[in-house]
């Protein structure tokens, strides 16, 4: 199978892994719905998801004062829910929020800080103290998606893992939003919108990695 990669070709080297395609296999403990549920009231499906992982000799440091930049200012949502009034005041509520990259940023969670109490299993694993989940999103973006499919509504907005790595450098790790938001049967114009979505989240990443 061919996986599109909207980064550019000059990067591919930096990519640690280009995606992790997982289906279910036969010999492969599935949990199912139904052990949970009464059958009949759950509908279940399977999706590929590709998730990437791009390694830059950067410190964690930069790269997220490089991030921080690109998204702006941390923003409430209730800031945007103020704005739900009408079109016009949300359209420039969005855009009055949005930092440089497009994005409002949303959370910022430092898993890190936490995690290095514990850290992993192996105690030989280098365990990332600098370890932060970033979420945001735009909701024009999103709409161009989401006016085919519900289904876009899960994942949005978008995570995205920053983290430090043994060599001193830093991963950036996130799922390509069109795995993430399309499903199957939907208008050809909701991938292209997603493609878009897709490059603007590479572009972000090549950024902040390596720009
Ligand atoms: C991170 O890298 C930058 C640029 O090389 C450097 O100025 C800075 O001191 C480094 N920060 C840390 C915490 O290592
Ligand atoms: C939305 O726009 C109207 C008309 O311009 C204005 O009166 C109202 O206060 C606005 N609401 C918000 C939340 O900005
Ligand atoms: C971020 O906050 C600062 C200080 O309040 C403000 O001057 C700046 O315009 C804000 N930037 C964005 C993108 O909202």
Redesign the pocket.
Known sequence: MTMKFPIPVRLVSFILSLATLTLPSASQAVPTPSVTLAPGVVTSRFHIVERLTVHTSRNTTLVKQKLQQELGNLTQSSMLT??T??Q??YTAAVNRYKGPAGQIWFLNILHGRWFRLWGFDDPAAYVPAEMAQYTFGNPLTLLTIAKYTLNAFLNAPIRMLVYDTADGGTNVMWERPCTQLVLNGIPLSAHSACRALDNTISELVNLIAFG
Do not use: I, L
């Open positions: 103020a704005a009034d009408s016009a005041n």
